[in-house]
């Protein structure tokens, strides 16, 4: 069985959503991996407990992230070093998007943008799920 691991990030006129698959081996080497570079920024920065890691909230200096809020660069080299994590544990990570402005302009009632991108990502997973012949189990926050 797969599990897949979902997050969403957006902007102002664009939403994403991407999924992380990851088999049981690869998720308990991402969880090591993602622990130990938690662990790392909590020890150089001196903060009481280790950031999770929510595109969105890391992006845009929110949330656990809020000391790194207008330091683009550094968020960045964070968000690198998660996707090296995930590259290394053998995840396979899709991401679908949507043109918020554009779907606006295309349709009088769209979805949300939120829909249509975790709709598109979970099909994406369905088919590959279908291929091998395994279950998955999505693990989502809400979204606000």
Sequence with gaps: MYNLFVDESYQHSH???AGVLVDEKQCR????RLDDLAQGIQTRNQWLAPPEFHGHALMNGLDD???LSGHFGACVNIYQKVMHAIQNSGARVYLEGVDVKRLNARYKYPDSP???ALRHTLERV???CAIAGQMCKVIADTVP
């Design 15 to 17: 939403y994403y959503v």
């Design 29 to 32: 080497d991402l969880e090591a």
């Design 126 to 128: 369905n088919e590959y």
């Design 114 to 116: 939120h829909e249509i």
């Design 65 to 67: 992230w809020k000391s």
